[in-house]
Nanobody
Framework: EVQLQASGGGSVQAGGSLRLSCTAS????????IGWFRQAPGKGREGVSC????????YVADSVKGRFTISSDNAKNTVYLQMDNLKPEDTADYYC????????????????????WGQGTQVTVSS
């Protein structure tokens, strides 16, 4: 069974930092992409960041560029999202997904391309 575990969410003041982790397990393929999406109450899901170990491609959304950084530990099938200078508008539930079906996957990837999802982790930023 493919499983994803997301962690690292919490409540911080504006300007603070959080580091989210997403670990995928239960598959043997060597190549994958792990992406982060977020959804605020009453809003649609927004792509935030993505990392593919197939070609090393990364993606960071314009809304968080310069503040969020994605990195990986390929040996652990883990992707990290370092979030700095957090703003109240970053408040949302953050979800990670893994794409393993496309060997040629390259970031960015739309949400529909991800094969499995974790349950998410909540981020709250107060002013």
């Amino acid at each position: 069974e493919v499983q994803l575990q997301a962690s690292g969410g919490g409540s911080v003041q504006a300007g603070g930092s959080l580091r989210l982790s997403c670990t995928a397990s239960g598959f043997s393929r060597g190549y994958y992409a792990i992406g982060w999406f977020r959804q605020a109450p009453g809003k649609g899901r927004e792509g935030v960041s993505c990392f593919s170990n197939k070609d090393g491609s990364t993606y960071v959304a314009d809304s968080v560029k310069g503040r969020f950084t994605i990195s990986s530990d390929n040996a652990k099938n883990t992707v990290y999202l370092q979030m700095d200078n957090l703003k109240p508008e970053d408040t949302a539930d953050y979800y990670c997904g893994v794409e393993i079906s496309g060997y040629g996957s390259s970031c960015p990837l739309p949400a529909i391309k991800y094969d499995y999802w974790g349950q998410g982790t909540q981020v709250t930023v107060s002013s």
